[in-house]
């Protein structure tokens, strides 16, 4: 069935340092991948998507890279800041017509160490 | 601009009971999907709603049932109520199968 991988389960970095997340999506008909950023108590906020046609998209210090043929994308934090820290959720969607559930991964728990 | 919204907040519930969860969706968009979120877990697709009919729907029994209203509000209803429904709802909308913004969430309890 649809599955999403997600790893590490925790991350911890200093600030300024880098972050990386790493999802593997198990449906080849995916082609929307979606980040969400979760702090405690709070709704799911999308930081970032990207779609199947495209291989890298940047917004600030954020990142996502997409590899369709591995079918892994990854989230990249650069001079991450301890307001980064939060539970991190990659989702894929095999999105079509007017249709496209979410299948997300189990989380990354970020902590930035000031 | 009101984002998606939705109600109660919190709700405690006794086994075998029955439950209504609320959303509105951000203005503009038409489509309201709900998401079930275990503590420590990601969120988990229930169904999908869009012109007023349930267009997709994940892992979830009978007991799991919607609605689409025609101002594209969206009702969720949980009936005999389990232990292990205690979870947090979340309520997402998009246009079409666009990005999905998510509600606040309703924190359901069963006793």
């Known amino acids: 069935g649809e599955n999403v991988e997600q790893h590490p389960s925790t991350l911890s970095v200093q600030e300024g340092d880098s972050a990386v997340i790493k999802c593997t999506y198990s449906d080849s008909a995916s082609n929307y991948f979606p980040w969400y950023k979760q702090e405690l108590g709070k709704r799911p906020q999308l930081i970032i998507d990207?779609?199947?046609?495209?291989g890298e998209k940047k917004d600030q210090r954020i990142a996502v890279t997409l590899n369709k043929t591995a079918k892994h994308f990854s989230l990249h934090i650069t001079e991450t800041q301890p307001e980064d820290s939060a539970v991190y959720f990659c989702a894929a969607s095999a999105a079509s017509g007017n249709t496209g559930k979410l299948i997300f991964g189990q989380g990354t728990t970020l902590q930035v160490k000031p | 601009d009101a984002g998606v919204t939705q109600s109660p907040t919190h709700l405690i519930k006794t086994r075998g009971q029955q439950v209504t969860l609320r959303c509105s969706p951000k203005s503009g968009h038409d489509t309201v999907s709900w998401y079930q979120q275990a503590l420590g877990q990601g969120p988990q697709f229930i169904f999908q709603?869009?012109?007023?009919?349930?267009?997709q729907r994940g892992n979830f029994p009978d007991r799991f049932s919607g609605h689409q209203f025609p101002n594209y509000s969206s009702e969720l209803n949980v009936n005999a109520l389990l232990l292990g429904d205690s979870a947090l709802y979340l309520c997402?909308?998009?246009?079409?199968?666009?990005?999905?913004?998510f509600g606040p969430g309703t924190r359901l309890l069963v006793l």
């Open positions: 997402a909308s998009s246009w079409g199968w666009e990005t999905q913004y």
């Open positions: 709603y869009y012109e007023e009919e349930e267009r």
């Open positions: 990207i779609r199947s046609n495209v």
